[in-house]
């Protein structure tokens, strides 16, 4: 059985989210893993001097328990995957390939993590639209006033920064592109690696 472990990373908003379930779709014997469904509670999760809760760090994550999951599938996807309500696609030709979608905005942050993707890629938008784009978005606990400027953007900076520092071989996309052209551009990539994965 093969196995192939996508990383789909990005800034917040950038479009992971829409782009993996798109994939998920599309690509048989897949699913998807979401960093945000990792979020410590927000009683655990300490403010910073300026009173802005720190979400924006490995340290507001359940990282061991998304590793767990992750370890889970890779001893049996088939089973991880039936557990989560997917039952194995049959619609094509039988595969034996499994392909696992991890997103998140810090998956290239966390070591243990990123030695496990066989690609990597990462979604970024300018400064104007993830501004935009966030203000539309409501989060749980809501994102209080001056928290994007004050908080969200100046640790995008500090983990971006980390990340070009430690990952090398990340495929950056441009998350204005339409929907539709990051799903087909990145879908056939995918689907040349399985190819020559298959050799
Ligand atoms: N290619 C795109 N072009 C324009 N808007 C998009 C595109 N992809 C996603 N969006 C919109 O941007 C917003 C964020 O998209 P999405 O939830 O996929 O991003 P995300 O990176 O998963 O965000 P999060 O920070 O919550 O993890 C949504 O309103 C979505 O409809
Ligand atoms: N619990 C959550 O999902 C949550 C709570 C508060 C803030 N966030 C934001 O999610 C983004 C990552 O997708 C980060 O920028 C967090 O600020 C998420």
Redesign the pocket.
Known sequence: MRKLIIGIGGM??GG?TTLSKGLQELLRNSLVIS???F?KD?SV?PADVNGF?Q??TLD?LHMDRMMADIGSWQEDPQGFMTSRGHAEDTAFEPSNVFVLIVE???IFNHGPLNTLFNKRYFLQIPYKICKER?SSRV???P?PPG?FDG??WP??LKNRKVMEETVNDIVFLDGTKKSEMLLSTVLADIQEILKVTER
Do not use: E, H
């Open positions: 917040t908003n992971k960093q945000d469904n979020f927000d999760v809760k979400y924006d507001a998140g905005f810090l966030r989060y749980v606990p994102d928290y908080y969200v640790m995008y």
